[in-house]
């Protein structure tokens, strides 16, 4: 068990550019979640998946997000057109089903857009 | 919106007890509270959680009032190691892990 790993771990882009963020959760798993957290703020929650069936989105999720976990285990996090709001730190986290909301979360990914 | 009142901020003196207070006054009863907490760069870090009656695990302690309205997550030994944001979240376990977190309570474990 090697924990949730997120890459990269920093991510410093142009506005207007495209990126994309992987997330590999511990293995036995089969949830997994997207949370994106500013400056000073808690962790606000943006998407989750069960298995490879993307469950539930937040109206955070604007349409330039899109999230993909396409075998049930990895997952990706593409942001289209990247805005300066948009700069935040993305954090992955995953659970199994049976052991109701006990997260194990990554180190993040945190997005600078110039 | 976040479903609890957790202080901003609080100290705690190295080897003492530290008590984290948690208003969840509209908790429904199907509901359970959650302790997570974020060391600095770090992401959150669960720690405990209970639907009515005390809790105890390695880390922490959870004490609930009998009405359910509050709840006081206690570190029994706090070292500077505990220093960090300490989350108090309600969920329905069939929410299926959309927690909610509010800005939770800054814990500074001092010397």
């Known amino acids: 068990d090697t924990g949730v790993s997120q890459d990269p771990r920093h991510k410093i882009t142009k506005r207007g550019q495209n990126v994309t963020f992987r997330c590999d959760p511990i293995?036995?798993?089969?949830?997994l979640y997207w949370y994106r957290q500013t400056l000073g703020q808690g962790p606000e929650f943006l998407t989750y998946?069960?298995?490879?069936?993307?469950?539930?989105k937040s109206r955070l999720l604007s349409d330039r997000f899109s999230a993909e976990r396409p075998k049930g285990s990895f997952s990706t996090l593409e942001i289209q057109r990247t805005e300066q709001g948009d700069s935040a730190m993305y954090l992955c986290?995953?659970?199994?089903?049976?052991?109701?909301?006990?997260?194990?979360f990554g180190s993040g990914t945190q997005l600078s857009v110039l | 919106d976040a479903k609890t009142t957790q202080p901003p901020s609080m100290d705690c003196a190295e080897g003492r007890a530290a008590n984290l207070p948690c208003n969840h006054s509209?908790?429904?009863?199907?509901?359970?509270v959650y302790w997570y907490r974020q060391i600095h760069s770090q992401g959150p870090q669960y720690i405990i959680h209970?639907?009515?009656n005390n809790e105890t695990n390695e880390m922490a302690s959870l004490i609930i009032t009998e009405d359910r309205k509050s709840s006081t997550l206690i570190l029994p030994h706090a070292t500077l190691r505990d220093t960090a944001v300490y989350y108090c979240?309600?969920?329905?376990?069939?929410?299926?892990?959309?927690?909610?977190f509010g800005q939770g309570t800054e814990l500074s474990v001092k010397p």
């Open positions: 509209t908790i429904s009863g199907n509901e359970y």
């Open positions: 293995s036995e798993h089969n949830r």
């Open positions: 979240i309600v969920s329905n376990y069939n929410q299926g892990g959309k927690l909610i």
């Open positions: 998946f069960q298995n490879e069936a993307q469950l539930e």
């Open positions: 209970g639907l009515k």
């Open positions: 986290a995953s659970s199994f089903s049976s052991v109701g909301e006990k997260l194990f």
